[in-house]
């Protein structure tokens, strides 16, 4: 119960690693606000924790525009009474291809949810913790290919790197205002992007960039405990860090 009655918001939390990040919060009793494109979804997540000891409240919000965002962060936090921890994962990926032959409305789209949906998150994050005092933790959802090449898929790649970015700057321009800001990297995960990716490639596995764990995709309730650790006071002299989780398949 590291987090009993904590302010938390996660973006993108209706699936996968999102839910998993919100689940895990709420066990531990936190307040948990998290927001998604998919209303039923939303819905379902928080049916599926009726029983655990915090809270869990749904938004529906869109990160690519930063009205939006905005209006679910402020929300959420006036519903909390304050904010503390945010998690930044909304993100969406993209159909394998060589980067001259990637169509540039999806490049777009991509760097829109990835990139920019992070940066408007984050400037209302740190706004609203700067003006509350108290500092705070907000912690980005980045990927194994933010720290390397990401043959046939550069969109995605290069919007991770975008965020690892964005996280090590802002945690160097608010340190001194008690607001640490990390990133965690995760490899496959079993969730419904890595179901997709594997039909998109046909079992094609020169095509799945960034390397497989010889154990198999990692369970996001596994990745979601790295999140929380760097939410916590446990980690409270770590900032600007970027925890790759992957199973060593990064390794090689």
Known sequence: MRFQ???????????????????????EGADVHFCGLLDDEGLRVCASATDLPGSVTYHHA?????????????????????????????????????????DISMVEDVIQTNVMGVWYAMRQEI???????????IVNIASILSKSGAEW?????????????????????????????????????QTPMFDRALADIGGDMSKFAGGF??????????????????????????????VVVDGAASSG
């Open 62 to 102: 869109d990160v690519r525009s930063e009205t939006s965002i905005t209006d679910f962060i402020r929300r959420a936090a006036d519903a909390m009474g304050g904010l503390e921890i945010a998690v930044n994962n909304a993100g969406i990926s993209h159909s394998a291809a060589r980067f001259a032959d990637q």
């Open 5 to 27: 009655s904590s302010k938390v918001i996660v973006t993108g939390g209706t699936s996968g690693l999102g839910e998993a990040i919100v689940k895990s919060f709420a066990s």
């Open 153 to 189: 898929m550069a969109a995605y790649g290069t919007s991770k790197h975008a965020v690892l970015g964005m996280t090590k700057s802002a945690a160097l321009d608010y340190a001194q205002k008690n607001i640490r800001i990390n990133a965690v990297s995760p490899g496959p995960m």
């Open 213 to 242: 764990p010889k154990a198999g995709p990692a369970d996001p309730f596994d990745v979601a405990k790295t999140v929380l650790y760097l939410a916590s006071q446990e980690a409270g002299t770590m900032n600007g860090a970027n």
């Open 127 to 137: 706004k609203l913790m700067e003006a509350i005092g108290a500092g705070g933790a």
